[in-house]
């Protein structure tokens, strides 16, 4: 483990992070930069919400988190230790580190092993690293499946016939005891009944266990209601940073403002009209000069096209990418 150390009031601190994969079209080489300049922090027991349209980055943001990936540049803290520096060429063995960072991924029943029983799906973390016998698979798998509020004959099932995924999935990155949690898309495949079910299990658990969590989802509405901060990404970019509280009222960003325009619910006023984002994001294979949103931004000005503005702080835990707030442009 590394010894170079912050002052621990982040869990996790990304500074600057890229993640670029090779393509090749048949005529050149390119880079497609799925994760351009992505900057947070998440305190202990509390959670990040990393929110954005599909296609900005946000799952490979958290693969690359948990070096699932391996980063372009840029540099991840966790705990205190520096896991990963591009600048300083750190690149630090993520094996003692796996019993502490955990994800749930978007479809986990598609990773689960067919022919293996939920029992041996929840439990094998446990026997890999040598925490239970085999002889204690049964108490185990009960315990962790009482846990997601799902009943012990649970554990006889497999995965082809039930329901209950994601639960499953909780209970098997839960059951190592880790301290950060990265749930990509948790509740995007669910009706709403159920993704408030388990938006509710989720905040019990972390309440319960003071777990950190990174929620990776492209519903700011959902966001708003379970997360302290939320982070907002566009084309492999975060552009603003504020906590979730503030979100509606204090949310300055045109692409922030534009997400919360189009939220659609039972209790809006219908005498508005649904704002909506114009045009597509680019591609990521060939990402503009300047401000990755200008292309659809109503705001945008010569400086937008000239130079990609910096994440900078506006106010308390306020920051935002935008040159309509540089400071020395007041």
Do not use: W
Not at 119 to 124: A, L, Q, Y
Not at 168 to 182: F, G, S, T
Not at 190 to 196: A, F, K, M, T
């Amino acid at each position: 483990m590394s010894n170079e150390t912050n002052n621990n009031e982040y869990l996790l601190k990304v500074d600057h992070l890229k993640q670029y994969f090779p393509v090749h079209d048949g005529f050149k080489k390119m880079e497609l930069k799925a994760v351009d300049d992505v900057s947070f922090a998440i305190k202990p027991g509390e959670t990040l919400g990393l929110v954005g349209e599909s296609g900005c980055g946000k799952t490979t943001v958290g693969r690359t988190l948990l070096r699932l990936y391996q980063p372009t540049a840029g540099r991840i803290e966790f705990d205190g230790n520096v896991l990963f520096d591009s600048e300083k060429k750190i690149d630090v063995n993520m094996h003692p580190y796996r019993k502490q960072m955990q994800m749930v991924f978007q479809d986990p029943t598609s990773s689960f092993n067919p022919k293996m029983k939920i029992r041996d799906i929840v439990c094998e973390p446990l026997m890999n690293f040598n925490r239970i016998r085999k002889s204690e698979k049964d108490a185990a798998c009960r315990r962790l499946l009482e846990m997601v509020e799902l009943p012990g004959d649970f554990a006889d099932r497999y995965p082809h016939n039930m329901s209950g995924g994601q639960r499953v999935a909780i209970a098997r990155a839960l059951a190592l005891e880790p301290e950060i949690l990265i749930l990509d898309e948790a509740t995007s495949a669910l009706d709403v009944s159920v993704q408030q079910t388990i938006i509710e299990l989720i905040v019990k658990l972390q309440k319960e266990k003071n777990i950190t969590i990174g929620f990776i989802c492209h519903d700011i509405s959902l966001i708003q209601s379970c997360a302290h901060e939320v982070a907002v990404m566009y084309l492999g970019n975060v552009v603003e940073v504020l906590p979730a509280k503030n979100l509606s009222e204090h949310a300055v960003h045109p692409y922030t403002r534009a997400l919360i325009g189009s939220i659609f619910d039972i209790g809006m006023d219908f005498g508005k009209p649904i704002e909506e984002i114009k045009g597509e994001a680019p591609s990521p294979l060939d990402v503009p000069a300047g401000c990755p949103f200008r292309g659809r931004c109503p705001k945008a000005t010569e400086k937008c096209a000239a130079e990609k503005p910096k994440l900078h702080q506006i106010g308390a835990d306020h920051e935002v990418a935008c040159h309509l707030f540089d400071k020395e442009d007041k």
